[in-house]
């Protein structure tokens, strides 16, 4: 019973992580939630990336979708970056299968605390132009190898795709921040699709318990992260994302040396 209990708490502590970091940076679950079973419950990496990409969906679908009543999503821009990930995200996959369990996930754990710097003390607050200064087909490239490159990284790390996808929508696509995230969970929905159903189809059998808690905890604390964020300023958004992401950043790196 006690083992139980402290399942619980643990699924808890991770999916609230995760769904705050889904709603308010567009973060991937699988920033907190795939350390957080390896640590404490000994989850095997693969499986425990599966539980987070799994969790990803339905979080990044309801943050999606509030994004998208505030009109803070852009869908056009966004279906050729799915484009791009969709394409990559069963190759990296694949490629996390040769990797050794220790190696998998420190990357996004580095990305997620040099965004959280970033915006503490680089807000975005509007957009540079960069996507609108192009023509469209620089914007289709830009778009396609972007998703492409963040396709790699989601199959390949678990991450989802969230950090690299937060940075190329804000620093290479010129998005203000909350159009970013509202753009980048909505190919998030898609590329966490994919990649979980690629993990569980290439042998990985999680804790079905495990799965259920992680999916519903970080789907209640998104909800309630993307309504919060839909209806902050840009300056508080970013320190908010900044605060958050910091945070997570040194408690995993923290985690990592235990």
């Known amino acids: 019973m006690n083992e139980l209990w402290f399942q619980i708490l643990i699924c ?19 920033t907190v939630i795939s350390p957080m079973l390896v640590t404490f419950l000994g989850v ?8 987070a990409l799994a969790s990803d969906v339905l979080a990044s679908a309801v943050s999606a979708y509030t994004y998208a009543k505030n009109g803070a999503i852009d869908i ?45 003390f680089f807000p975005v607050t509007s957009p540079n132009r ?12 830009k778009g396609a190898v972007g998703g492409a490159c963040i396709g790699l990284v989601c199959g390949f790390f678990g991450a989802g795709g969230g950090m690299m ?22 190919v998030m929905t898609f590329s966490a699709l994919t990649g979980s159903l690629s993990h569980f189809a290439m042998g990985s059998v999680p804790r079905p318990l ?6 519903i905890f970080t789907l209640i604390w998104a909800q309630i992260a993307a ?23 040194v408690v995993l790196i923290a985690i990592s040396l235990l």
Do not use: H
Request: hydrophobic share 55%.
């Open 130 to 141: 960069t996507l609108q200064g192009g023509s469209r087909a620089v914007q289709i490239i």
């Open 44 to 51: 095997p990496a693969y499986d425990a990336i599966a539980i």
């Open 210 to 215: 495990l799965l259920v808690m992680c999916v």
């Open 165 to 186: 996808m937060l940075m190329v929508l804000t620093a290479v696509l010129g998005y203000e921040l909350k159009t970013a995230v509202g753009t980048s969970v909505f």
């Open 12 to 30: 808890f502590l991770a999916g609230a992580g995760a769904g705050l970091g889904t709603g308010f940076a567009g973060m991937s679950a699988a």
């Open 76 to 120: 056009k821009n966004g279906l050729v970056m799915m484009c791009g990930v969709l394409g990559m995200t069963m190759v990296g996959s694949w490629l996390s299968t040769m990797v050794p369990n220790s190696t998998l996930g420190g990357f996004s754990v580095f990305m997620t605390l040099v965004l959280g710097l970033r915006f503490l």
């Open 227 to 249: 309504k919060i964020a839909t209806r902050a300023d840009a300056l508080l958004l970013n320190r908010l994302t900044g605060v958050i992401l910091t945070a997570l950043g």
